[in-house]
Structure formats: C-alpha cells, structure tokens
C-alpha cells in the first residue's frame, strides 16, 4: 500500500504483487514435496516381458520451439552478464585456443562444392560432408594443447552459466565475476560426468567415421547404398543421443550441493523415466537448430568474404555456448 500524490492510499492488487514477484521467473519452479505427503506408485517396466507403453502420469513437456523461447528469455534476462561472458570467453578463445588463424577452411569447403558439382554427387552426401566440414571447424582445436585449454575453457564458461542461471532465477543479484569464481565448486564431479558423457559419443563417432569413409572415398555411389550407411549411422546417432538424454541432465543435477556424479547420474535417470523420448527429441531439436543457423549464416557468407565468414563463425560459436547451456537448463526445469 502507497501514497499518492492527493494523500489517498494507492492500494495494489495480488495479481499486480504476484506479477512483480515473478517477473524474472522464467523456468519452472520445483515442487517441494513433504515428507508426510502421499506420493502416488509410478509404474515400472519389467525386464524381458512384453507390455504396454507407460504414459508419464504428469504434464508432458514443452515443445522445442517452446523451450528455445525460454532460453532466449533467459538469455536477456542475464544479457550484461551474457556480454561480459561474450567479451571473456572470446578474448581466452582467440587467445588460447585459436589463436589468428582462420577457423574454418574455406578453401576445402569451396573445393568440397567444386567437386560435388563435376561429380553430380547427390544432395544427402553433400550437405552432410558440408555440415561435417563445419563442424569438424567447431570442434577441432590447432593442436592438442589447444584442445585441452578449449575442453577446460567449455567446462568453466557451463559452469559458471549454470550457476548464473540458477541464482537468477532464485532472485539472487549476481555478476558474472561471481559466476565464475564461485560456480566452480562442482568441477570434479562434473568432469567425471563430462568422461561418462565422452564414453556414449563413441558409438556416433564410429558411425560417422564409417560414413564419412565410404562418402570421402566413393565407395557408396548410388542413393540406395549411401541411403543405407546413413541407416546404420543413424543408428549409432540415435544409440548415443539415447544415452547422453539422461547424462546431459545429469550435468545439470551434478552442479547441486553436496551431489556425488553417481547420485546425479541415478537422480538424472529417474527424472527423464517415461519422458526418454520426449527428452531425446528435445536434445535431437538442439543439434538440429544449432546446426541449421551454422550452415545457414556461416556458409553463405564464405563466397561474399572469408574474413565475414570467420568473424560470423567466431560470434556464432561463442552464442552457441549461453544459448546450450540455457536450453538444458530450462529443460531440466521443466523435467522437475
């Protein structure tokens, strides 16, 4: 209740109040259970026996698109603390990783288009060794103690977000300083569920070294046979994403006081148990976005000016890192 300018008391709604109160909540609140509540029996499945598919008994979870909103929302509700993070995390990558040498080479994707058009090579074989070309640019450092400063700059800049993130939404007034000096108190247990994480990649890395070997090298000419090593890669794809669907979540639930990667792992499995699926289309909507605005900006780019392409690939490398994190996070809200 206020005082207006005349002396009559200004009386405020609880709607208005509640509005106020939660103008910052973005993600999903957790529900906090007592102990003396009567928790209704989830159903459970049972090894070697055939039955029906068991619904999740809760709400389902938000689409992807819904999700992605969410992350943006997120995103601008931390955005000077998301520009210092741009500022830092640019100058450390430039300096250690990258350094000034170009990121991408433009001159084997320029030759990969070149040869694909005297080819005739078909559009599913083209577009993935393009994607591969542009990822392989993200992921791969110019030597190996780069990549380890890039491996301990990405677990650093996680956790510090998720900890950004999480006292945000707790109504807590932190910068990005804060972050990054007391969001590191996990980082052993979170890079023991990084290495599990490294362990379910493999069966998609085999995938991928197989089809990218009998593309590279011709060996599947025709749509049939290419059509069929993209099967058994995606195959693979879908075995690791299956698996990393709880870890990943893991990674959010590891960043919790007192949490042991163990318990976390367990906790992550239980909160994804009926919703795998639901989950893995969520991550699988992840790769696919973040893989579509890379080929759709950066490749462009590379036949108007190189130096455009790489300072785009720079910004956009750096914005996937806040805008992930964000999206695993609201995720893992609403999985609560």
């Excluded at 109160?21 to 259970?33: F, Q, S, T």
């Excluded at 699926?277 to 909507?285: G, Q």
């Amino acid at each position: 209740m206020s005082e207006s300018k005349k002396g009559k008391p200004k009386v405020v709604s609880k709607k208005v109040q509640k509005a106020q109160k939660n103008k910052n909540m973005i993600v999903k609140k957790p529900k906090i259970i007592s102990d003396d509540a009567r928790i209704r029996k989830k159903p459970q499945y049972k090894s070697f026996r055939l039955h029906k598919r068991v619904k999740y008994p809760g709400p389902s979870l938000p689409s992807w698109l819904k999700i992605s909103r969410k992350s943006i929302k997120l995103m601008r509700a931390n955005k000077k603390n998301i520009f210092k993070f741009f500022i830092i995390y640019g100058l450390l990558y430039m300096v250690f990783v990258r350094g000034f040498s170009s990121p991408i080479n433009v001159g084997d994707i320029k030759d990969a288009f070149k040869q694909f058009a005297d080819a005739d090579v078909s559009t599913l074989a083209a577009n993935f060794t393009i994607a591969g070309l542009l990822l392989q640019s993200t992921t791969k450092a110019s030597g190996d103690i780069s990549g380890l400063y890039q491996m301990f700059l990405l677990i650093t800049s996680s956790l510090a977000l998720i900890w950004l993130y999480r006292q945000q939404q707790a109504g807590n007034k932190v910068t990005m300083k804060e972050a990054f000096y007391r969001g590191m108190y996990p980082m052993i247990p979170f890079i023991l569920i990084v290495v599990v994480i490294a362990l379910q990649v493999i069966p998609a890395s085999i995938g991928n070294f197989l089809f990218r070997t009998v593309i590279d090298n011709f060996i599947a000419v025709t749509f049939l046979e290419q059509f069929v090593w993209f099967l058994l890669f995606i195959s693979l794809l879908l075995l690791s994403t299956y698996m990393i669907s709880s870890s990943l979540i893991a990674l959010m639930v590891v960043t919790l006081p007192e949490m042991t990667p163990k318990i976390a792992l367990q906790k992550a499995k239980e909160l994804v148990t009926f919703r795998r699926f639901s989950v893995l289309r969520k991550v699988l909507a992840l790769i696919i976005l973040l893989t579509v605005v890379f080929i759709s900006i950066v490749f462009p780019s590379i036949f108007i000016s190189a130096i455009l392409a790489q300072i785009l690939f720079y910004i956009l490398v750096i914005l996937a890192i806040p805008f992930a994190t964000a999206y695993l996070f609201v995720l893992y809200r609403e999985l609560l």
